[in-house]
């Protein structure tokens, strides 16, 4: 990836609040990233750590009420999508930007073929008549594997599994030849072998298209293995971010450095016990005046019960954002 | 995505209480719904009304006072009186006892019949075929002859062994019960079949808590809130159904005033006393509308997710 | 490891098949075979591990081995007592030795129990404690569990996923079981927290002795928290061993594909990993592949695989498969025919070291 | 599917048949006598031959097997030989109503239009008035709109037809004078004006039931609405880029409706029934009216006639719902 | 002027009940009858002073002129000369001896028989002159083809609808051929009927509308909105509305309330006899068991004293009802003038008489005897005048000291005839009940016969028998004997009127009210002159629009 290139995508300073009953949650406090083309950015973080939510901000996806992006500036080329509106921003959905969620088994309307369901975003956004469409579904459908692809067009979802499914969603996505793809948790609901056909198929098809790919996960492993750069998030914020081996060679912040002992390897022998970090996530209630990770840190001193740490450059593209120095083992 | 609600450390500094009565955290709940809160003292105030009402406005709902029939609202007869001068005020009172005994025990009846026939089907497997063809059978019996026939052929039976009143009382509630559980059981059996695959209730059985208490103590419980809507429309339909029953005759016998009855018997005087009309409506109205509210509210207030909020 | 352990749970071709009926009559047509002939020892405190993909039969398994199923075929035993074919009231007397951990915390706890309420029901069930005592039995099983005790009026959806699937262990401990079956006990954890979990269970064995039957498709965590382990696809254990031989020398092509599917949390190990990429989904259990189970998507199939389903046998001391390509009779015909399959069997038999 | 479909007709049939044993049994044991409508100046002798002349004389379940013989093979075979002018009527004793003295299956081919008409209508336009609500009360749910369409929907179900009835009759014909306050079943609708007279007198009764059915409906739209409101497909539909109009009424509205389609084919067998009232108050003499008539007359024949005829609409119609939901929802259709 | 025939144009009638068919034979309703009035029609009826007219006879046959015969036992009656159905075949004295065949048909189930009961035999003489022989000497000849219930039907039409097959006859129970003003030219039973002008009725010009709607269902109130009201409707039959409702809608003004008297008459009746549930059910309510309370006049006069039968009228029926103290309430020639004195509430005659007869007042203003509570159940049909009536009752005689319990019974149950029901006002297993009824024509005879000795219900019977309230006086059996075979017209009235009175002085049942019929015509109606001894519509053919 040329560090030069222009990004695709820039995003700066987002900051989403919820509005429920109880107060606000401010599940997304002042996320600031950039998508170079061609790129694969993994994201990784707990449950809750508002992975999704900043990936549904971008492009306005969230249902407001409750939700309202608050501050930022997200620019797609040269638009800032938070300022375009609700028409613009739909015409980039599924066209600029493809999305694949979660779970291929709800994601899926029940009652509409696969085909009409492929075939609606290529209808609106680039204007096909019915028979261009199918053609290009079909080719999708081969594209993401999938055989006897005309045939299955007029299936149901039910009648595929959930792999399949998953390639459908990822057809969908790819429909209208996006510059961006953001994958939420694409391969968590799947099995590790269906797992790694996924993956396989992102990697081949990312060689052959070329896009921008936003991938997010909880499993480091998945990261690991076909992102360019990773970005940990923790309680709303940006925890680190890096390229990939550098941020799994040192990871620079107190949670990352936990998270990557807490999981097992399969490869590499088994260890006594496992480490754990202790307490739970934090509320994202009050607005942040001091560090989300302070209450499990073990480095924690006064200053991080203060100062929300800001976002320092520690290498070459690697930030981490800590008032603790792991290499002095000191705060900064 | 599991809902995540953390809890913090300044949450942890509560007294070590012993268990509380659950009641207690829903009524809390319950407190915290205006429309429920509003339903609720509507609706006692309807049953303040009926039932302590009498107390207050000592008036004979079946004196005849010729001299004043037919009269408007007046300090005398507050909402009027009726073409024999018996006292409209008084007559909502009695009426309203019956309409909302009926609309409570017929809902009641209705609502156990159903609950406890869903429950069954929905939790022996065995059961469940005979059941819901029974289910099946008694949706298709059309219900305004059933009716009937089960008015003519047990009102006398009925009236013997327990009076004229409590037994066209009887009749009158079994004969809706008897015509409307059959939704109640449709949607119980429904929601059991799904929460008998939930795996608290495996967990349940895994420690060994024999079925008889799985059902009340697990699966009851979690089908309330269809239970509570079924039961808020019950209400409503009981009544409407007792009036609908006045209307063809087959109802309470025309010497006890129910607020359909009345109604019924409002509507030749409509354009001359529109009161006539006027009160029964608004107070059915008010009745089904509070009990609906209440139900809302209590739906609400038995789900501990939402208790959270 | 010492040979002659006690086995506490003894199941032998352990069958569970669900009845699919369907035509004019709601006949029985069919039937999905969850779990088809399945046979293991448990011995007393070890861990057995069980991985597989999902929907081949892991958690029926674990269900059907404390008979929170009527099996349809098959011995059970649990510390010498034949509980396969014992009546529903009978059971509840042999509950209390076993219990159950299940994978959602969330649905595995009556939204409507107050955490107290929640762990002490096996108490009301078995017990006859008096109400203070039980209230002190709860305490104690919250602290065993490490759950604050101020808790134990709040209900289910205040917890975390962590904290909930402590309750459901406190409950599984309330009656000092011996045996607890846990089915993917963290599937539906953070992975922060899938750790502190693991260690609790791990604490509890060391504590009272506990023998457990984890279920897990984390092929990671079983390797850290079983003694043992046994692979399952599409209703049958195709292979069971030791977790260090078993990890570093599979015997079945599909432990092979799986364990080579799991991705690394490092890139430098990730890079070099050669992946199995298996073509296909799983078949359906009602309508399981003639042959072996595994042959629309073993990438050493041969023809024998498709007309014959292999048997499930003792490949080396301790370390069982069911593969025609360790079946002794093909096995010359196969290495002769110079299959994909041999070399690392080789290799194994050599590295091996001998129980 | 199609077994599925034969399934629930196999069992349909017995049902119907015990349906048809129980309310033929229990009207038997029903202590009504035709000719207690009789006027006084008849002579007992006269009324006890016109009960023999009746038939009354036979053992129950004779009458029963003669009568359901006549109700499967005969009355059917008329009522085609009727519509079609074919020469297929089956030769026999037809049920003949003890009150009118004539076959019971012409009475209900004759009351059929005019309940269609009212009740049909009254129930289509229910639905018409429902679905838009129900799909903007979910959509927009805790707004005005939701609150004050609750609150109507409400109080239209809890007050009686026959109240709503009366106040409409009051307001648009004694007062305003648009519409006619009786119905008149010999009206034919031949030209654009008589076209207009038949949409003046069905306008009340249609709209006493269409709000009457409206209010519930709506309530079961928006239920079902918001259950699907919050789907993923829902999120995914909307990051396709599909306009908010698509999302609502082609993606969830599709969904929406599959349980709605069957709650409303369940209903529509007893909107005939509940019909009755509103039937009475307009002078709508539908099926429902012939009921209750013969009801209140002891005309036992007609009784059992209708009440079979509502058991099967009832049976069909629940047939119909079920293969309904099975062809809305292809996860069960393929089953 | 003038008018022509049609001339008027189309005319709507609204009947709340509707007309189930036009065989009025078959049927028995008084709305059956009415609507087959407009098609067929009888030999002579009444007119509305209840004098008999000839109608498709020439004229009365009477002892005078010959066609009664001396000895009472024989009528000839000579039809109209160039008489034609309406399909224009000829009338002939065959088809009024098939109606005598038809209708005493044994298997036929007709429900005018009774009209023809005590005939010998009816011959056709001739083309037109028809010979009646009686078994017995009938001092009231005029009951077999006169009035609206003794029709003539036509013979060509009903031949093979005798008997069992009378209702398999569809086609010609509903269209039925007619001598009178119209034909039908659609027929729904149980909801509305067509007529078109007869093109062969034998007076040229008439009937003056050419059509009629006769439109059925509904409610009272709702026909009686659409004369008054609205307009929709011409005439309206049997409007049971309350007096204020009915005066409120008349503001209206589009239509007139039309009230005639004639013999029905709204009463309560006494069992004479025990219907106590205790005893075995063929002794309840049998001539062996005496009432314990009723069997004392004094009893029975108090009842009647407590009662205010001015207020009740006012209340129930207003214009439409007049208080009543007479068995025998039409026609006017044969009312009683003795016992007036009803008309007055006497609570202390009443209390007086109870007191008299021993019956004491307990602690809770009840009255008591030998330990028995003066306590009498009190039943009537449903229907929510009888219903006010019943509470009023019930509270003027709490006034007394006598509780009654009341009970209403669907009104197809208790005017059956059914002998296994408990609940029919025949079997009157009750103390008090109350109901209307009336006579057929104007010649109370058969109404006064019906409270002989040994007419009584009862269990050997069947049940049947109309001496509902179990009377039984030896004076007056005998005098009805007397009435019974009396000829002279002034005779008969005095002999109606002392029975009336015997009866009513032994105050064997309580007169409350005399109810009119009641209907309503739009104000753009002439000719209508309702008529309470014959059919409303005995002269439909000379309705006509009055045109502005
Ligand atoms: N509709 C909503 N209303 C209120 N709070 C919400 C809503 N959606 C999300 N949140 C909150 O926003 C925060 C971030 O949620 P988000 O879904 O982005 O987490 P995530 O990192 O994607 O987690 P997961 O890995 O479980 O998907 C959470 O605390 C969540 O509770
Ligand atoms: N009650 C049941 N009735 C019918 N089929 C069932 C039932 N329970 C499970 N099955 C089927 O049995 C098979 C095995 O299910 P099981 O739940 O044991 O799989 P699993 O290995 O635990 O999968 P997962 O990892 O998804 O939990 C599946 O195909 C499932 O559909
Ligand atoms: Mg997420
Ligand atoms: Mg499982």
Redo the contacts between chains.
Sequence with gaps: MPDGALPVLDVKNLKTVFH???GDIHAVNSVSFDLRPGELLGVVG???SGKSVTMMSL?G?LPSPPAEVREGQVMLGDQDLLKIGEERL??????DV??V?Q?PM???????TVGFQIM??LR??MGMDKKRARKRAVELLELVGIPDAERRLKD?P??F????RQRV?IA??LACDPKVLIADEPTTAL???????I??LVKDLREKLGMAIIWIT????????IADRVMVMYGGQVAEHGP??EV??NPAHPYTR???K??????EP??E??????G????LGAHPAACPFR?RCAHAFDRCARENPARRLIGKGHDVACHWDHRTGEPT | ??D?T????AEDVHDLRPPRNQWWDVWDQFKSHKGAMAGMFVFISILLFVFAGPWVWQVDPGLIDIRSRNQGSSWAHPMGTDQLGRDLLARMMYGGRISVAVGLTAMLLGLVLGTLIGVLAGYFKLMDGPLMRVTDLFLALPLLPLLLILVTLFRDPLEGAFGQAAGVFALIVVAIAVTSWMQTARIVRGDVLALKEREFVLAARSIGTPARRISTRHILPNVMSPIMVSATLGIASAIITESALSFLGLGFPPDFPTWGRILYDGRDWIEQYPARVVWPGVLISLTVLSVNYIGDGLRDALDPRIRG? | MTSPRKALVEVRDLKMHFPISGGLLRRQVGAVKAVDGVSFDIFEGETLGIVG??GCGKSTCGRAVLRLYDITEGSIKIDGTEIGTMGQGQLRRMRPKMQMVFQDPQACLNPRMTVAGIIAEPLDEHGKLSGKAKLDRVYELMDAVGLNRNFANRYPHAF????RQRIGIARALALNPRFIVCDEPIAAL???????V??LL?KLQDEFGLTYMFIS?D???V??IADRVAVMYLGKVVELAE?DEL?ERPLHPYTE??????????????AK?E?I??RG??PSPSNPPKGCNFSTRCPKVMDICRKLDPEYREARPGHFVACHLHDAGIMDNQTNAGSAGAPPRNEHKQQGEDA | MFTYTLRRLAFAVPTVLVISLIVFLMLDMAPGDPTGSLPLTIPLEVREQIRAALGLGDPVLVRYFKWLHMMVIIEPSHMLANATGWNVAVEGPRILSWQTRSPVGDIIVQRIPQTLWVVGLGYLFGILIAVPIGVISAYKQYSWFDQTGTFVSMVGFSVPTFFTGVVFILIFSVWLGWFPSMYDTTHRVRDWDSFLFQVRQIAMPVAVLALFNASQISRFMRASMLDNLN???V?????????EK?VLLV?VL??SM?PVVTVIAIGIPTVFTGAIITEQIFRVNGLGDALIRAIYVSDWPMVQTITFIFAILIVLFNLIADVLYGI????IR?D | EERERGSSGHLNVIYWQAVSTMNSYLSGGTKEMNAASVVWEPLARFDNEGELVAWLAEEIPTLDNGGVSEDLKTITWVLKEGLLWSDGTDVTAEDVVFTYEYCTHPEGGCSYRDRYAGIESVEAVDDRTILITFEDATPNPYIPFVGAGSPIIQRAQFQDCMGARAPECTDENFAPIGTGPYVVTDFRPNDVIQFEANENYRVANQPYFQTITWAGGGDATGAARAVFQTGEMDYAWNLQLAPEVIEQMEGGGMGTLLVDFGPLMERIELNFTDPSPDLPADERATMQHPHPILSDIRVREALSRAIDRELLTEIGYGPTGRPACNFIVAPPAMVSPNNDDCLVQDMDRANALLDEAGWERGSDGIRVKDGERLELLFQTSTNAVRQDFQALIQQWWREIGVEARLRNIDAGVFFGSDPGSPDTYIKFWADVQMYASLFEGTDPTPHLEQRRCGREPRPETQWQGQNINRYCNPEYDALWAELNREPDPERRQELVIALNDMFIQDYAHIPLVARGRVSAAANTVGGIILNVWDSEHWNQAEWYRIED
């Design positions: 429920t009953r109880s707990e449950s809750g492009i996806l739909r015409a980039i959905r599924g066209r493809g999305f969620f779970d709800t994601s899926l309307n029940p009652v509409f609606e975003p609106r956004h149901f039910h009648q599994s959930g792999g399949m969603m969908i996505a099995d590790v072998t269906i797992q790694a056909q993956i396989e909880h499993d480091l492993g998945v990261i690991a293995g990939v081996r799994f060679a936990a998270l990557l807490t999981v097992p390897k399969l490869r088994r260890a016990k496992l480490r754990v970090i202790e739970q996530p934090p509320m209450a | 995505m599991t995540t953390p809890v913090t450390a909020r | 993909e999902s975390s996923g962590g904290q953070d992975v922060s927290i899938q750790a502190q693991v260690n791990e498709h092929l990671s965590m390797k850290h977790r990890y594909a799986l364990m080579s599917a799991v991705p690394e949390p490092d890139p430098a190990i990730e990993v992946r990429i298996l989904d799983v | 789907q993923d497909y999120r995914t539909a909307r990051a396709k880029g599909m306009a698509t993606h599709r969904n599959i809305l929802d292809p996860r393929y």
